[in-house]
């Protein structure tokens, strides 16, 4: 077998251990806990995890979801995170070979990843996220795309666009119909995609976020309260962007120049 051929299944196994750790993210991020001390235990009985009750998607598989001492039952979450995490790392380095893009990417995946599951699950955007990712994806961009000044604009109207769509919402409504996680977010995502995917990622996380507004209102009888994760749309679709958002850009311009 070549490097070549080799480095797929490298990325893999790196993507699964990876994708152990943003599960370790996930879980304490939002209340505040360091994500390197404690050693992984069982959240109900304390049980600290040996190592092979930790390794990726298997211990899942031959424990039968569930903690080898009390019997608590393992979230699907990890073996999902896991998974999705080996699938992303496989793609990009197929995609982007290696390259600054490459790490760049999937830097960028990493944080979406843990956004995604943490905005769904609990309504929040960590700092400790979006801004240090903000210094993270510019510094990228002074070796890789999307080049540093299509970064600056795109830190810069990432963070304006929402900030400005949410104080006219506040001028009408009256209340926040979003938070400033979602701003820094934005500008996040401009630092690392640049404008054009930035402002790409905008529209479809907004598309898909109205059709699942209006479901849910639909099926809520028509509650309009009811608190949509823009944050989980924003990664989802910056996702979708870190793949694709080149050829969408293209393509929409081309019906111009």
Wanted: hydrophobic share 55%.
């Amino acid at each position: 077998m070549t490097p070549d051929a080799a480095l797929p299944w490298e990325m893999a196994a790196m993507g699964l251990l990876i994708g152990s750790f943003l599960n370790v993210c996930i879980l304490r991020l939002p209340a505040g806990l360091s994500v390197v001390r404690p050693a992984s235990r069982c959240p109900r009985c304390g049980h600290l995890l040996a190592w092979f009750e930790n390794v990726p998607v298997v211990s899942f598989v031959v424990l039968r979801r569930r903690c080898r001492k009390c019997g608590e039952s393992i979230s699907w979450q990890y073996p999902i995170v896991e998974l999705v995490t080996c699938a992303v790392f496989v793609a990009a380095t197929l995609q982007f070979g290696l390259s600054w893009l490459l790490v760049s990417r999937l830097v960028l995946a990493c944080a979406l990843i843990v956004l995604f599951m943490i905005d769904l699950r609990h309504r929040i955007l960590p700092n400790t996220i979006t801004l240090p990712g903000i210094v993270v994806g510019f510094a990228f961009s002074l070796v890789a795309e999307p080049g540093w000044m299509s970064s600056i604009i795109g830190i810069a109207a990432g963070g304006g666009v929402l900030l400005a769509i949410a104080e006219a919402y506040y001028r009408i409504r009256h209340e926040h119909g979003l938070g400033m996680g979602d701003v820094k977010m934005l500008a996040m995502l401009g630092a690392f995609l640049g404008w054009k995917l930035m402002l790409l990622t905008l529209v479809l996380s907004s598309l898909v976020g109205a059709v699942v507004g209006v479901g849910l209102i639909a099926t809520r009888r028509g509650d309009m309260k009811y608190a949509l994760p823009f944050g989980t749309f924003l990664a989802a679709a910056a996702m979708l962007s870190i793949f694709v958002g080149d050829p969408i850009v293209l393509w929409y311009f081309s019906f111009y120049f």
